[in-house]
């Protein structure tokens, strides 16, 4: 699957730094050329994105929330 079109207009392209992996949800810090962008996602998700240290991610900011998705 490839991102075709999105409506969040505050996107930062980056790599991840760390995951700090909890049972239910999770903190991944995103290294980008503006510095660090964190998120929290559920566990879950980072499992099935097959997230990673030095995955190659884009930070998409939609209000206060951060998505994450797998370039």
Do not use: C, W, Y
């Amino acid at each position: 699957m490839s991102i075709q079109a999105i409506n969040a207009r505050n996107q930062f392209k980056g790599k991840i730094k760390e995951i700090v992996d909890g049972p239910v949800v999770s903190e991944i810090l995103v290294g980008t050329s503006h510095g660090i962008v964190t998120s929290v996602i559920t566990t879950r998700s980072v499992k099935e994105l097959g997230l990673s240290i030095g995955t190659e991610v884009l930070a998409l900011v939609k209000a206060t929330e951060v998505s994450i998705a797998r370039v």
